[in-house]
């Protein structure tokens, strides 16, 4: 089975503080997703990568940065946390044409 | 406006009842995805559509590109069925999925 692993479940986090999401998938998938999911919002995207250092903006990139030095590996940056920032992230990596879509279990974040 | 609508936005079923919840996207697709998520828990692939209709287990999908429009159909649902229910669509021009808001479902014995 695929598997999209997120490396932390829940987080607590300091406003100001820099906060790194981790995300890795075992097969072989060229493109990674960042999605954050809100109450009465849905699942909105932050920024993908469809390729090993390429990345791109999503609906919502604002105060975030990702980085891609391993085709296995998505991650995502908060630079400085705020509080509007508490939400549910969801890593999913897929291959071309939109097939083999897999999400991670998700990370909780909160941000006090 | 949403370019994934879903509805209803939220449905409550007796056990064995038969359920529909139903897609309207206003793009062009390349595939039209079915997930589920449990409370708390991450999503789930359902089904992947580009034409027709899937069947897994006791669910159905099924999918009308000219009307765009898709239906996920819960036979004889159980419990175990509650869940939030969402559609997604990978635009023709674009890597990511569009998400709709979800519907959730709750089944009561």
């Known amino acids: 089975d695929v598997k999209v692993t997120q490396s932390s479940r829940y987080l607590v986090k300091r406003t100001g503080e820099k906060v790194f999401l981790e995300c890795v998938q075992d097969?072989?998938?060229?493109?990674m997703f960042w999605y954050r999911q809100d109450p009465g919002l849905g699942l909105r995207l932050i920024y993908f990568?469809?390729?090993?250092?390429?990345?791109e903006k999503g609906d919502i990139p604002e105060g975030y940065s990702v980085s891609r030095e391993k085709k296995e590996r998505f991650s995502l940056i908060l630079e400085s946390a705020s509080t509007n920032q508490t939400s549910m992230y969801l890593c999913?990596?897929?291959?071309?044409?939109?097939?083999?879509?897999?999400f991670g279990s998700g990370t909780r974040l909160t941000v006090v | 406006k949403n370019e994934v609508e879903q509805s209803p936005q939220n449905l409550t079923a007796q056990e064995g009842e038969f359920i529909t919840i139903n897609c309207s996207y206003s793009?062009?697709?390349?595939?039209l995805h079915w997930l589920q998520q449990h409370p708390g828990g991450g999503i789930v692939s359902l089904f992947m559509?580009?034409?027709g209709k899937k069947k897994h287990g006791r669910l159905i999908a099924t999918i009308n590109i000219q009307e765009k429009h898709s239906s996920l159909h819960i036979t004889a649902s159980h419990p175990r069925d509650s869940a939030v229910y969402i559609c997604?669509?990978?635009?023709?021009?674009?890597?990511?999925?569009?998400f709709g808001k979800g519907t959730s479902l709750l089944v009561t014995p």
């Open positions: 097969m072989d998938h060229e493109n």
């Open positions: 793009v062009g697709i390349s595939a």
């Open positions: 997604a669509v990978r635009r023709d021009s674009g890597y990511a999925l569009n």
């Open positions: 999913a990596s897929g291959e071309w044409g939109g097939y083999g879509y897999t």
């Open positions: 990568s469809y390729d090993v250092k390429m990345k």
């Open positions: 559509l580009s034409s």
